[in-house]
């Protein structure tokens, strides 16, 4: 269509023009290369400086791969919203996050090196703070299963609070996959509660036991 030609003719103007990119991602199964623009080493201390540490920003999602987002903010400058970055709960696929060419609001959390790391959960409250004065050790909870890992079962019991039912409760990994199935909810007895590390360990044969 129209819009393409013109896309193609702006690109021909650029052969035999070196440019300065960052490669966004590789896929050899389609033999395929996606990079983006990015300004020069000197431009990126200069425009970097302009930043602090707890600065709120908007960019737009320029790129986004398996381990985070890039967003380019004011200056052309590009930052990385690491993937433990883009929200308090489990994220395994950022792109449910953000989409390319779409804007969002970030915090700035490090600048070096004329490198800016961003966040997006540091916009809201961390639910662990509240997780910490209303959840307390003995506690039976509400948790839906969310993940298996190598550990175990993880079982989240609100928005962003997730807790470990290990695999030693269970015969072997079958049959805890058998008794707590994804999606589902169980009754559960909290073992550990350490909200400055993010971390819940649940049972379920305490909550569950015959009595």
Not at 26 to 36: N, Q, T, V, W, Y
Not at 131 to 153: H, L, Q, S
Not at 154 to 160: D, M, R, T, V, Y
């Amino acid at each position: 269509n129209g819009e393409m030609q013109l896309i193609l003719d702006e690109l021909k103007k650029l052969i035999g023009t070196t440019l300065s990119l960052r490669m966004i991602t590789a896929d050899p199964r389609e033999g395929k290369l996606i990079f983006s623009e990015r300004v020069t080493d000197e431009s990126k201390e200069s425009v970097a400086d302009k930043y602090q540490v707890g600065e709120v920003l908007e960019g737009e999602v320029t790129g986004i791969v398996d381990f985070g987002i890039f967003v380019r903010v004011e200056g052309g400058l590009e930052g990385l919203v690491h993937i433990s970055e883009i929200d308090w709960g489990l994220v395994e696929d950022p792109r449910l996050f953000a989409k390319v060419g779409g804007t969002v609001k970030v915090k700035v959390i490090d600048v070096k090196e004329g490198k800016i790391s961003l966040s997006m959960k540091q916009l809201s409250e961390d639910p662990w703070v509240a997780a910490g004065n209303k959840y307390t050790k003995e506690d039976v909870v509400d948790g839906a299963i969310i993940k298996y890992n190598k550990y175990g079962a993880l079982a989240s019991i609100e928005e962003g609070v997730a807790g470990l039912v290990h695999v030693s409760e269970f015969k072997d990994e079958a049959e805890l996959k058998s008794s707590l199935g994804l999606g589902k909810v169980y009754k559960f007895k909290i073992t550990l509660v350490d909200p400055a590390g993010h971390r819940m360990t649940l049972s379920y044969t305490k909550a569950n036991e015959k009595k």
